[in-house]
């Protein structure tokens, strides 16, 4: 058990070290130009924002849109935002299936579901990249959830 905890302290460790693989992207507003509410839109939306806050917005690497849907083992996924980070629930469901925690690291997220904890962030293409300790093997392992 000290060997789990040690081992999944070393691994969080490593991940919050790594350069984060986060999506280039600018959004530019001019001043003075207004912009279109599409709130009442009926139109699926395709990405969620991120709020300011969870990231440092002198970043090159900022990621200010992730998809709104993932996709993992034919199960398709929802994300929504909520004031404590995102949550993954099933589509068309309301019960949550994870969460994910912004932590300190910027583009890196914390992944507390019923059978797994990890560490989590989105690459360029905006899939979801999962990973974690394995418990029975002792192994790390990596999940990903694809954005199509």
């Not at 970043?59 to 709104?68: F, G, L, Q, T």
């Not at 002792?138 to 959830?145: A, D």
Request: charged share 20%; proline share 4%; with cysteine.
């Amino acid at each position: 058990m000290k060997k789990a905890i040690l081992l999944t302290g070393m691994l969080f460790c490593i991940l919050i070290t790594m350069p984060s693989y986060a999506q280039k992207t600018s959004k530019v507003e001019e001043k003075g130009v207004s912009t279109p509410d599409h709130t009442h839109a009926k139109v699926a939306e395709k990405s969620i924002a991120v709020p300011d806050f969870w990231h440092n917005s002198n970043s090159k690497n900022k990621i200010e849109r992730i998809p709104a849907h993932l996709y993992f083992n034919n199960a398709a996924l929802q994300i929504k935002s909520n004031k404590n980070g995102l949550e993954l629930s099933e589509s068309g469901s309301s019960s949550v299936y994870a969460k994910l925690t912004p932590t300190p690291k910027e583009g890196l997220y914390r992944y507390t579901s019923s059978t797994i904890n990890g560490a989590a962030h989105f690459d360029a293409k905006g899939n979801l990249v999962l990973k974690y300790l394995d418990n029975d093997t002792g192994k790390t392992k990596e999940v990903y959830f694809q954005s199509k």
